[in-house]
């Protein structure tokens, strides 16, 4: 019996435990993704027989005889469905990976689930846009500004692979038919120390389609981190493809690879594995006393660990002032410890990369990344390649959120590759995510500081520990970061960090959306809230009186590096936003019996990382008259796509949707450091406009002495106009020009949160009743996105502040390895928030923008916790505030 | 997911065909969410048709098949009221969303045996009893006692949940409902019923711990004897102890619930 799937029948029938994902994939229906696998995420929503239903945890085999409609099938053959050209119109997503199953949810809907999308949509996770732009979609709220005469800079335009992602054509990182294609599977490690003795491969070999097992024995000797950076001495050097030591549960022990996915799960099971098995340290304070296990006690020198029989990675002690004489000259002093959890990024794709040997043997990678150029240098090291024999590139990518700053597939991949000469695919399962891949570095921060009566701050003193678990990647980059704008945004003479990274035998830590500055911040912000309180003075007054100011340095105790300055400053705008938005009524209905408060915090971040951060950019006129962009950055729903088809599209005088990008591919430009520290506007961007500039000088002197200006499609001359069909016919080769960008100087964005809420004492329960959020990212280039960046990134912060922590039991396994324990925001968690922008120009960033992507993430938590405590009286200090935690807190008193 | 030990699907499947290695499978969406090494073989009881709810004098009995969805939109007894009050909140006291509903099961519900399982808290709360199926013959079991601990139930080898019984008498009395959860219509971490039966009152605790607790007042006990019950009936090691919630929280929600219950029901 066959399965009808949007019309067509297949009659191959489903295997016996196929779940009906896999089934349509399978038979190339690409838009059905995968984000869980357990039915928690709607990202394969699909219709059986004209019912809604989740296909991962549906039998394929119940299918047979059925219709099933997929997002490929939904609309009518000659356009769009209504639902599809709504999330068009509202842009209901960012990177897209949920937007088929948000689609095929919402075209499911009747009138009583619609007027109650909390509770409808409860089994749909948006982790990119905080579910506004979402219910903007459902509800046929247009935001997207149609593409029109005049500047598309400062227009709300939509994302150019809009088309494809609600049609679920657009082709993420496994959206593809490679044939011969093989399955990679790997055993981790049951233990959290141990070391690898013997590996018995025998019976695992013997499984029916088992193509190779990869040991220690096969991996290079070289040691390299995970974490991507430009230079790759930023991070230590303690990781092999795979080693014969493991140091968390979840490592990497061996590889299978097979012609099934199934038969590769079977092989790793037959593995037989002797571990020695060795004493393990999972908290970092206790990692640091004497006596303790050391993590990486084997290596010595050259791995670029600070005190490895310590188990400190990398630390920071510094002094400016003196913080002593600043603590006797205050008229108050607050002190206090603070903690924040291991958080996951949960990016509904999951890691992953389909690699293989192109027709020159050229090694390739296909995976979810957001640093292609960077990923490609570290395997050329690791495999002493030459790099033009490595290319790397990327689908669209399924969300980042700083988790795709890292090499995690790539390398095993490679191997993989390397030893079958065959197309090898690993894709990890969301359980993986949670103990395989990385989390947001935890922190324990403890904070002293004074003011004078006035509210002058005297001093400000932190101890840092970051738990940067087993491997070092990004643990000192993410400390030092840390450190930094979280105090240097504040002009106080006296500042003193002593700042540890810290190993343990846990999951690595790595980069995460703010890099660091959240978790200080947390510590920074309620600090300074708790110093006004004791003065009696409002927390805006008191922020004023100590912000820094344009012209005055950036200072925080250490060597950073010297490029950072404030090119614009609406700070100041930011906090007068958040005072008049505190200044108004309480106009939302309290319960009787619940406690009201509000809170602010700011936040800075520079827009780039220390050190540079380079791209490469180039512009060709097209022979039908278009442009197209060759750009290295990657696209994963931060929407600078979008932003360089403005910025060419303004420079070349013509419109965005004569702009083709390609991008994310080794292939397209020289290099680009990667699409993280927020730089795909402020770096990417600068490089685009270079070359779009470039080209219109080019194009000007090409159409000869009468030239007067680039148009939509010609280019006007003193008298007549000339194509630019006909102009790109005239040249003898492609019209081409290139820009570059190396990432510095950098200026400073800004970031104000401020809350309303209520909360039960009886239960816990906590509400927010208003959000306001004020930022400061220079020149707007398009309102819409940005917006989106901010509300997504105060949703995703709010998942850490009120929901969000991955757990660890006392064998150091993660215990919270899926969506069901790991709660991320829903509709139904997210209050509306909203977005002012302060209006200054940049005189650095691209037509006067800065970064605006990571930043307003981490303002949010201490801003909760500010509220928390006007409301109940009572200072939170440790990260998430569930509700179970503000109940028992409230007991405490 | 994919289960890709399984390499046989028998269906219709029937009693007395379980041998190690099968699995019961009704909708599926609590089999298909996790890896079952262990599983090589797939009964499905969803092909057998059975009615999903069937009313009559005695009261109503729900196939274990029976969906999620049909149960909700069940209209076919009106004049059972407390069922219909207790049947919509239930439903939507899931975790999942409606999009499961139309796969999940009742019967699943209660076999996953989860201290969350609605389906457990409305079929306990209504008195529901259930039939069991096993090689060597049938056996009734109230539903209190069917779920056992945290994922455990009462069914040995071989044995299934054919379906459960709602005695006419349990389903006419006044109710109340109170869910409590770390998040808006997030998983359950207490979900307390009360249930007038003639003068009396039958309270059900679940969710807050590791298995259905249900107290039974012949007449409507003032608060301080409501305290007293739940203090003595559920020890503190029932609590669950788990990330949907502290167990000193669940205990506290308990209490409260359960009073507010008593006050709503009282009178």
Not at chain 1, 368 to 381: D, I, N, V, Y
Request: glycine fraction near 10%; aromatic fraction near 6%; charged fraction near 20%.
């Amino acid at each position: 019996m066959s399965v009808r799937i949007n019309g067509t029948d297949h009659e191959q029938p489903p295997r016996p435990g196929q779940c009906l994902r896999t089934y349509l994939r399978q038979e190339g229906c690409f838009g059905v993704k995968k984000g869980c696998d357990t039915g928690d995420c709607g990202a394969c929503t699909v219709h059986v027989d004209g019912r809604p239903v989740h296909s991962c945890v549906y039998p394929a085999f119940r299918a047979q005889g059925r219709q099933v409609t997929t997002i490929e099938g939904l609309a009518p053959p000659d356009g769009l469905h209504p639902v599809q050209q709504r999330f068009l119109d509202a842009q209901g997503f960012q990177c897209g990976f949920c937007t088929a199953g948000m689609i095929m949810t919402t075209a499911a809907l009747d009138g009583t689930r619609r007027a109650d999308l909390p509770r409808a949509l409860k089994g749909n996770l948006c982790r990119c846009t905080g579910y506004r732009a979402v219910a903007d979609a459902i509800n046929g709220v247009r935001t997207v500004e149609e593409p029109g005469a005049g500047p598309a800079i400062g227009a709300g335009l939509g994302a150019p692979a809009g088309p494809q992602i609600v049609t679920g054509t657009a082709r993420y990182t496994f959206d593809v038919d490679v044939p011969g294609l093989t399955h990679l599977k790997v055993l981790r490690s049951p233990h959290a120390h141990a070391r690898i003795t013997a590996v018995d491969t025998a019976e695992a070999l013997a499984v029916p389609g088992v193509l190779a097992v990869l040991t220690h024995e096969d991996a290079p000797s070289r040691y390299f981190s995970t974490a991507r950076h430009e230079h790759p001495t930023e991070d230590p050097a303690d990781t092999r493809v795979l080693d014969d030591v493991v140091r968390h549960v979840g490592q990497r022990v061996a590889a299978v690879v097979a012609e099934t996915e199934a038969a590769a799960e079977e092989g790793c099971r037959r593995l037989r594995v002797a571990y020695e098995i060795r004493p393990a340290v999972l908290d970092p304070e206790a990692a640091m006393r004497p006596g303790a296990p050391a993590v990486h006690g084997d290596k010595v020198t050259g791995h670029r660990i600070a005190r490895a029989a310590d188990n400190v990675v990398g630390e920071l002690h510094a002094e400016l002032g003196d913080v002593e004489e600043g603590f006797a000259g205050a008229d108050v002093v607050y002190e206090q410890t603070f903690r924040t959890p291991r958080v996951q990024h949960a990016a509904l794709e999951t890691h992953g990369a389909i690699g293989w040997l192109d027709e020159g043997g050229r090694l390739t990678l296909r995976t979810s990344s957001q640093t292609p150029f960077l990923t490609r240098r570290a395997l050329a090291e690791l495999f002493e390649l030459e790099l033009d024999q490595v290319r790397v590139l990327t689908g669209r990518v399924g969300g980042g959120f700083g988790g795709k700053q890292e090499m995690l597939v790539e390398d095993l991949v490679a191997l993989a590759v390397r030893r079958t000469g065959r197309p090898v695919k690993l894709e990890y399962t969301r359980a993986e995510q949670f103990t395989a891949a990385t989390t947001r570095h935890p922190f324990t921060v403890r904070m002293k500081a004074g003011a004078r009566r006035d509210g002058t701050l005297t001093a400000l003193s932190l101890r840092v520990v970051s738990d940067t678990g087993a491997y070092g990647n990004h643990g000192p980059a993410v400390m030092y970061h840390a450190c930094h704008e979280s105090i240097a945004v504040y002009r106080c003479a006296s500042k003193k960090v002593d700042a540890y990274a810290v190993y343990t035998n846990t999951v690595p830590s790595g980069a995460f959306r703010g890099y660091g500055l959240g978790q200080v911040s947390f510590a920074v912000e309620s600090v300074l809230d708790e110093l006004a309180r004791r003065l009696g003075l409002d927390p805006v007054l008191l922020r004023e009186r100590n912000i820094v100011r344009p012209g005055e340095p950036l200072a925080a105790p250490g060597d950073h590096a010297d490029d950072l300055i404030i090119a614009s400053y609406g700070l100041d705008q930011c906090l007068d936003a958040v005072r008049s938005a505190a200044a108004e009524p309480v106009t939302q209905p309290v319960p009787d019996g619940w406690q009201v408060g509000e809170g602010m915090a700011l936040a800075m971040i520079a827009a780039g990382p220390p050190g540079g951060h380079f791209a490469d950019a180039a512009i060709t006129l097209l022979p039908d008259g278009r442009y197209e962009i060759a750009v290295g950055t990657t696209e994963f729903g931060n929407g600078s796509t979008t932003v360089h088809a403005q910025l060419a599209a303004d420079t070349l005088g013509t419109t965005p949707d004569r702009i083709l990008v390609r991008q994310s591919d080794t292939d397209v430009v020289a290099h680009d450091t990667g699409a993280f520290a927020s730089t795909g506007v402020v770096v990417a961007g600068q490089a685009v406009l270079h070359a779009a500039r470039a080209l219109r000088e080019r194009l000007l002197v090409l159409a000869g002495p009468g030239a007067v200006r680039l148009g939509v499609d010609a280019v006007t001359l003193q008298q007549g106009r000339l194509s630019l069909k006909d102009l790109a016919a005239s040249a003898r080769e492609p019209v081409r020009a290139e820009g570059h960008w190396t990432g510095t100087p950098r200026s400073v964005a800004f970031n104000v949160q401020w809350f309303r809420v209520a909360v039960d004492p009886g239960t816990g329960e906590l509400r927010i009743l208003r959000s306001v959020h004020s930022a400061d990212a220079g020149t707007v280039l398009n309102p819409l996105q940005t917006r989106g960046q901010i509300e997504g990134g105060v949703a995703q912060a709010l998942g850490a502040t009120l929901a969000e922590h991955v757990d660890i039991d006392a064998e150091g396994r993660v215990t919270t390895a899926g969506f069901r324990q790991y709660h991320l925001p829903t509709l139904a968690d997210v209050p509306p928030t909203e977005v002012v922008f302060a209006r200054t120009e940049d005189a650095i960033g691209p037509l006067g923008a800065k970064s605006m992507s990571e930043s307003p993430f981490n303002p949010v938590a201490p801003a909760l916790a500010n509220a928390l405590r006007d409301a109940t009286g009572v200072r939170f200090t440790e990260l998430p505030f569930t509700r179970d935690r503000i109940w028992q807190r409230l007991q405490a008193g | 997911m994919d289960l890709h030990t399984v390499v046989e699907v028998v269906s219709p499947a029937a009693v007395g065909q379980w041998r190690p290695g099968d699995a019961w499978l009704a909708g599926g969406t609590a089999l298909f969410a996790e890896p079952q090494t262990d599983v090589t073989r797939l009964l499905d009881l969803v092909a057998a048709g059975w009615t999903p709810i069937t009313v009559s004098g005695h009261g109503l009995e729900i196939a274990a098949t029976c969906t999620v969805a049909d149960l909700a939109g069940y209209e076919g007894a009106g004049h059972f009221t407390a069922f219909h009050e207790l049947a919509t909140a239930c439903c939507r006291a899931f975790l999942a969303s409606f999009k499961i509903w139309n796969v999940a099961t009742v019967g699943g519900n209660l076999c996953a045996a989860l201290p969350a399982g609605p389906m457990i808290a409305l079929t306990a709360a209504l008195d529901g009893e259930c039939l069991i199926l096993g090689p060597t013959g049938e056996r009734r079991l109230s539903v209190a006692r069917f779920v056992t601990g945290d994922g455990a139930t009462a069914l040995t080898a071989g044995e299934l949940l054919r379906s459960i019984t709602l005695p006419a008498a349990a389903l006419t009395g006044r109710t109340a409902f109170r869910q409590g959860s770390l998040f808006a219509h997030g998983r359950s971490a207490v979900l307390l019923i009360g249930r007038r039966a003639g003068a009396g009152l039958v309270l059900t605790v679940t969710a807050a711990t590791v298995r259905p607790f249900q107290l039974r007042f012949a007449e409507v006990p003032d608060a301080g004897e409501l305290a007293a019950a739940v203090r003595e009936t559920i020890p503190d090691d029932a609590y669950v102890d788990d990330v949907h919630g502290l167990p000193a929280w669940r205990r506290h929600l308990t209490a409260r619930y359960a009073e507010e219950i008593r006050a709503e029901l009282a009178g």
